[in-house]
């Protein structure tokens, strides 16, 4: 097994579940590393069951091609399990695989082997692994590196000239075998960006407008951290006299989101905490793959960038993301909520005056609660500092951060 470098913040949450009789499922986008965090957890078999039986099946190798029904991958299954010793089953990329989900709960129902699989397209879990094994999985979502990760697989001291590179490039893995210049690193970016929206887009979810697809992406990426709605989307497409529904729109935002290539954060009411219905915020999950179909430039759009790595952060800790509005109209950038905790953060380039500084604390100021509250930015002079109890902490640092 080739080298790998490991990524203990998912394998340190996925251990504890190893023999314990519930099937573990590795979501997230393609090519941000399931496969190889699922070779870690095989790794962590044979270490500590010597006599483990481990069954690997991979859908995009092309031995496996043959492997097309639920009835195929049954029977290869049990050719392969043996009685006399503890049988593990890794599947990767299971969504290739029609009816999948009848084998993985024959097997299950038997005790027939441990089960871990990874998927790409998250309509897997609301639709095939929702209905016939409700309650019998859990999921562990998998995205690409966070900065600490990056600085450790690219072997990098934490610095400005750092965060710019991760700003910029993002957190794909496979940039570590790739010089961290603009135009090789795009190319490559650009060639897994076409084959998220042809493969786990467009063919799984069936899109026949491709082309507005395409200009869609787009149009989300140049917006990210702006609040809006299909139908905002939809209007501005009419006054342009382009005819696409609302409902249209939704859709095919959703099967951006459903290849996790994008993410969503609701509007949250803080004093309640109830969601509304309309105008979200959304994310890309990696920021190399939202800079290199773009005109990009990081002075231009560092404050989307540094917004869009705040979220990511969060979600990397475990969080559930909002964005934040109270009753009297004030704006809070982001809502981490976790079981009972909860964390506030506002984002700014810089405070360079009164009246940024003004809106980025008063805001936070203006909620009457003790929960953590952070001011983040790039002003070299943040570290530790606090207004009135509200953290003001660099960007770098934020990110560096493993508990919040």
Request: glycine content about 6%.
């Amino acid at each position: 097994m080739s080298q790998l470098i490991d990524r203990p913040i998912y394998t340190s949450r996925i251990t504890p579940f190893i023999n314990k009789g519930i099937i573990k499922v590795l979501t997230g986008q393609r090519r941000v590393g399931k496969s190889c965090i699922m070779k870690q957890l095989m790794r962590h078999i044979k270490e500590s069951v010597s006599n483990a039986n481990i069954i690997y099946i991979n859908k995009e190798y092309e031995v496996f091609n043959e492997l097309k029904s639920h009835e195929d991958l049954s029977s290869y299954v049990l050719n392969r399990l043996k009685e006399d010793c503890p049988n593990y089953l890794f599947i990767d990329e299971v969504q290739d695989i029609t009816g999948f989900e009848h084998t993985l709960r024959s097997l299950q129902a038997r005790n027939s082997c441990d089960i871990f699989v990874t998927g790409s397209n998250a309509s897997m879990l609301s639709g095939e692994l929702a209905t016939y094994l409700s309650g019998r999985y859990i999921e562990f979502h998998i995205h690409s590196l966070g900065f600490s990760e990056f600085l450790q697989f690219h072997k990098l001291d934490p610095s400005v000239q750092a965060l710019r590179s991760y700003l910029s490039f993002g957190g794909m893995p496979y940039l570590t075998n790739l010089p961290l210049e603009k135009e090789l690193v795009f190319e490559y970016l650009s060639n897994v960006y076409s084959t998220i929206l042809l493969k786990d887009v467009v063919k799984r979810e069936g899109i026949r407008n491709v082309d507005f697809l395409e200009t869609l992406a787009v149009y989300i990426a140049d917006n990210v951290g702006n609040l809006f709605s299909a139908n905002n989307i939809s209007k501005y497409l009419k006054s342009q006299h382009v005819n696409i529904s609302s409902l249209q729109v939704g859709n095919y935002i959703k099967s951006l989101r459903n290849a996790y290539l994008i993410n969503r954060a609701q509007r949250l009411e803080i004093e309640g905490l109830r969601k509304f219905e309309i105008h979200d915020k959304y994310f890309f999950e990696d920021l190399g793959l939202r800079n290199c179909h773009l005109n990009f430039s990081l002075q231009r759009d560092i404050h989307k960038l540094m917004e869009n790595a705040v979220y990511n952060h969060l979600r990397l800790l475990n969080y559930s993301v909002f964005t934040g509005e109270q009753t009297s109209g004030r704006e809070i950038d982001f809502i981490g909520l976790k079981n009972e905790w909860r964390i506030y953060a506002q984002v700014a380039y810089r405070i360079e005056s009164e009246t940024t500084k003004n809106r980025e604390f008063g805001n936070l100021l203006a909620i009457r609660d003790n929960y953590p509250k952070y001011v983040i930015s790039m002003d070299e002079w943040t570290s530790g500092s606090n207004v009135d109890g509200i953290m003001h902490i660099h960007l770098i640092d934020f990110l560096m951060r493993t508990e919040l």
